[in-house]
Antibody, heavy 116, light 106 residues
Framework: QLHLQESGPRLVKPSETLSLTCTVS????????WTWLRQPPGEGLEWIGY???????NYNPSLKSRVTISVDMSKNQFSLNLISVTPADTAVYYC??????????WGQGTLVTVSP | DIQMTQSPSSLSASVGDRVTITCQAS??????LNWYQQRPGKAPKLLVY???SLQTGVPSRFSGRGSGTDFTFTIDSLRPEDVAIYYC????????FGPGTRVDLK
């Protein structure tokens, strides 16, 4: 049974970088698409981007200039970096495993607050 | 960018009712559409992929249909555990979610 767990700081200051890691257990990270999504409090879902190992990542155009997603196959982890954050980036951040275009297995999500 | 709209934004129905949600894409997306269920306080769950294929383990009272720009999602006989927000999501060009439809019990 595949399990995904997000980890990283829960509080980030404006203008700083939000960094999250998703640890994958119960399966190899070598296959599948690995995706980050987010959901501001009380709002809908937003796709941030995905990566397939050994290929380039694809990003939401609205976030592309600030986002990097990477994979560390030796640790079975993938990561999200979002630079120059503002309070509008406050959200529950989810990592997910998927086939092309779909998010099938999700982490529980982690609330990241951007505040001074 | 492909925009997704859903209607209604919310609905109330009784146990046993048939519930239908519509999703419209701003351009032709073929059958590149998924439906997700998000129960309160939980991560979303993929229910339907490729517009009409049921994900493994999903009850058969859930179904999806459509292609091109117009899609529907149906719950044949609403159960209390179906109270949730339902999202459509296209993957024809990157990924975009619809705004969601909240389903409550009457």
């Amino acid at each position: 049974q595949l399990h995904l767990q997000e980890s990283g700081p829960r509080l980030v200051k404006p203008s700083e970088t939000l960094s999250l890691t998703c640890t994958v257990s119960g399966g190899s990270i070598n296959d599948y698409y690995w995706t980050w999504l987010r959901q501001p409090p009380g709002e809908g879902l937003e796709w941030i981007g995905y990566i397939f190992p050994s290929t380039d990542a694809n990003y939401n155009p609205s976030l592309k200039s600030r986002v990097t997603i990477s994979v560390d196959m030796s640790k079975n982890q993938f990561s999200l970096n979002l630079i120059s954050v503002t309070p509008a980036d406050t959200a529950v951040y989810y990592c997910a495993r998927g086939e092309y275009g779909s998010a099938i297995d999700w982490g529980q999500g982690t609330l990241v607050t951007v505040s001074p | 960018d492909i925009q997704m709209t859903q209607s209604p934004s919310s609905l109330s129905a009784s146990v046993g009712d048939r519930v239908t949600i519509t999703c419209q894409a701003s351009q032709d997306i073929s059958n590149n559409l998924n439906w997700y269920q998000q129960r309160p306080g939980k991560a979303p769950k993929l229910l339907v992929y490729d517009a009409s294929s049921l994900q493994t383990g999903v009850p058969s009272r859930f179904s999806g249909r459509g292609s091109g720009t117009d899609f529907t999602f149906t719950i044949d006989s609403l159960r209390p555990e179906d109270v949730a927000i339902y999202y459509c999501q296209q993957y024809h060009d990157l990924l975009t979610f619809g705004p969601g439809t909240r389903v409550d019990l009457k």
